[in-house]
């Protein structure tokens, strides 16, 4: 049905919803991308149960992406390549057709085998073989779909990046780390005083966040692998707003131990603190660039809070954004032509781009209560933290603003989002 | 420059002592709540019979300064209260209290952390210039983390926009 919907009316807005029954949250996918790519998913053959996982996961990431459209094999279901007839394909308008099987072996493992076939040229783009442990199922309907969006567009996949995030339930505060569907959430930290602020280190083996389980703000960094952590920065005041350089050898972090709130470098275990910014304002939310020399951060400097730009060396301090309205958590896009950040006027916090050779500003969404917008690692999705029916959930938007998910977990708010490395 | 900045804000704090008025005790905006909060947290309170603290009738039940958006300096409606329990520490050295900055939710979360700092360090350094010792305080900022009221709208962010003076059992 939803495929008729799709095929209907492209090029115009709509509203799809796909909803994952049993799931820790549900999916609202709202526009589609300019140009949707024709593909037909066959479900897979093989162990049934296994296949339609498969199958839910491959469709619900290529869906999200908005940038195909799913077509109905409508009964047709080769699983080899010897039975597939390309007129068929061509018939039904489509351009690559994904096939392939999965089994359980003993040992607790599973084996997929996946093609993605050119109908046009009657050739294959892809053929694979994945054997993962029976855990990482939808982990291997990710990286099928990495393989489809990156072949079919040019750009690499994100579905099998990681999101972290903070969930709040009254006075009861969660940091979870999830698949970027939301799936398999793992509790990093549960406390009953605020957790905020998560960064990811470049290689995604750790977090740096800030809790305040000692009664102030604490920075900390933890191992995703261990679950070993240690407190980093803990002077008096606010220790806050870890940022990490793109080789993880530095944090940019926020301390007011010297007075107001300033940006300090340190080394990852805490040592090796000098401070970098020296305005007597708040300075905070230090990102660095992709190629690690300089620093977007937010400031309040020029008497409201307006974002800027400064060399990691300290200084000369550039202010970027001007106009109506404040400017907060600006994030560097992966390519670093440009960056993303909250742009609140009248009330609304809506999420913008900027790009740093035109300095124009380019408004993404509609406003509302739209917080800390972060890229994904291809630069194509934006993250960002949201409000419907009066909960604080998850949401996306297109780097082009055309396509937007509202991801809504199953209990509480989704606060602080940001989308981790490709790794 | 940091220097500079510094002084300034001494040259206010002190003007602003010298220009205290009793008669400045207008309402801020939520000033009644604060008063109902205030009273609520005295009659918890563990201070002993004959304390002021315990006094409900005392300025020094008045527990919380409010500001308006993106303001951290003590308004005037609140500056009887803090000098008033400035005074109380430099006379009760064995008390200590902690000021907790808030903040209303227009802003990031890492920007109200820190406007909530600058608004209880304000605190503190009134305090400390009206006879605090600077052992007896210590500032902390929960930004827009501990909302007292949840709502998207001027009454909730009123209230939000605090520091509360917390005494050490």
Redesign the interface.
């Known amino acids: 049905m939803l495929l008729g919907i799709l095929r209907g009316v492209i090029g115009l807005l709509l509203l799809a919803q796909a909803s994952v029954a049993g799931a820790a949250l549900s999916i609202e996918i709202i526009g589609a991308g300019e140009h949707q790519i024709p593909v037909s998913i066959v479900p897979f053959g093989g162990d049934q149960k296994l296949a339609k996982i498969i199958n839910e996961v491959v469709t619900g990431d290529l869906q999200r992406s908005g940038l195909f459209r799913l077509v109905d094999p409508a009964g047709k279901s080769p699983h080899e390549l010897a039975e597939v007839n390309y007129p068929d394909w061509q018939v039904r308008g489509v351009d690559a057709l994904a096939i392939g099987s999965i089994a359980a072996l003993p040992n607790n493992r599973v084996e997929a085998r996946f093609r993605l076939l050119d109908v046009v040229k009657q050739t294959e783009l892809v053929g694979q073989a994945v054997s993962a442990s029976d855990g990482q199922v939808r982990a291997i309907g990710h990286r099928i779909a990495d393989w489809i969006y990156e072949k079919l567009t040019g750009d690499k996949g994100v579905f099998s990046s990681r999101i972290a995030y903070v969930n709040r339930q009254g006075q009861k505060f969660r940091l979870i780390v999830a698949d970027s569907d939301g799936y398999n959430e793992q509790v990093v930290l549960a406390s009953n005083e605020?957790i905020?602020?998560p960064a990811w280190s470049p290689d995604g083996s750790h977090l740096a966040y800030?809790s305040?389980e000692t009664?102030?703000?604490v920075i900390y960094v933890q191992s995703l692998y261990t679950n070993q952590r240690m407190s980093v920065a803990d002077f008096?005041?606010?220790n806050?707003?870890p940022a990490w350089s793109p080789d993880g050898k530095q944090l940019a972090i926020?301390l007011?131990r010297d007075?107001?709130?300033q940006i300090y470098l340190m080394r990852p275990d805490g040592n090796g603190i000098r401070r970098i910014s020296?305005s007597?304002a708040?300075d905070?939310?230090p990102n660095f660039s992709p190629d690690g020399q300089h620093l977007l951060f937010?400031s309040?400097r020029g008497g409201?809070?307006q974002i800027y730009r400064m060399s990691v060396d300290g200084g000369p301090e550039q202010r970027m954004t001007f106009g109506d309205g404040?400017n907060?958590?600006p994030r560097h896009s992966p390519d670093g032509n440009g960056f993303v950040f909250?742009h609140?006027n009248n009330?609304k916090f809506y999420v913008a781009t900027q790009d740093f050779q035109t300095g124009q500003m380019s408004i993404l969404t509609e406003g509302g209560?739209e917080?800390?917008p972060s890229f994904a690692p291809n630069g194509k999705i934006i993250l960002f933290a949201s409000e419907a029916r009066g909960r604080g959930i998850l949401a996306t938007v297109s780097s082009d603003g055309r396509v937007k998910q509202h991801m809504f977990t199953q209990s509480g708010d989704a606060?602080?989002p940001v989308w981790g490395p490709n790794f | 420059?940091?220097k500079l900045?510094?002084s300034i804000v001494l040259v206010n704090l002190l003007a602003a002592c010298a220009s205290e008025k009793p008669k400045e005790t207008s309402a801020a905006p939520g000033s009644s709540s604060a008063a109902k909060s205030a009273a609520a947290s005295s009659a918890s309170s563990p201070a002993t019979a004959g304390d002021p603290l315990n006094d409900p009738a005392s300025i020094l039940a008045k527990r919380s300064v409010y500001y308006p958006f993106?303001v951290a300096t003590v308004q005037d409606a609140d500056k009887p209260a803090v000098q008033a329990h400035a005074k109380y520490l430099s006379g009760h050295a064995n008390r200590k209290v902690r000021l907790e900055g808030n903040c209303d939710?227009?802003?990031?979360?890492?920007?109200n952390?820190?406007?909530?700092?600058?608004r209880a360090?304000g605190v503190k350094k009134m305090l400390e210039l009206g006879g605090a010792k600077t052992s007896q305080t210590?500032?902390?900022?929960?930004?827009e983390?501990?909302p007292k009221a949840s709502a998207?709208n001027e009454a909730a962010w009123a209230q939000n926009r605090r520091t509360d003076l917390m005494y050490a059992k």
Do not use: C
Not at chain 2, 138 to 143: Q, T
């Open positions: 605020p905020m602020s800030v305040f009664g102030h703000a008096r005041g606010s806050s707003a926020v007011t007075g107001s709130s020296f007597g708040i905070t939310e937010t309040d409201s809070a404040n907060f958590s909250a609140l009330g209560w917080k800390k606060r602080e | 420059m940091k900045v510094i993106d939710e227009r802003g990031s979360n890492e920007y952390l820190a406007l909530g700092q600058r360090d210590e500032s902390v900022s929960y930004g983390e501990k998207h």
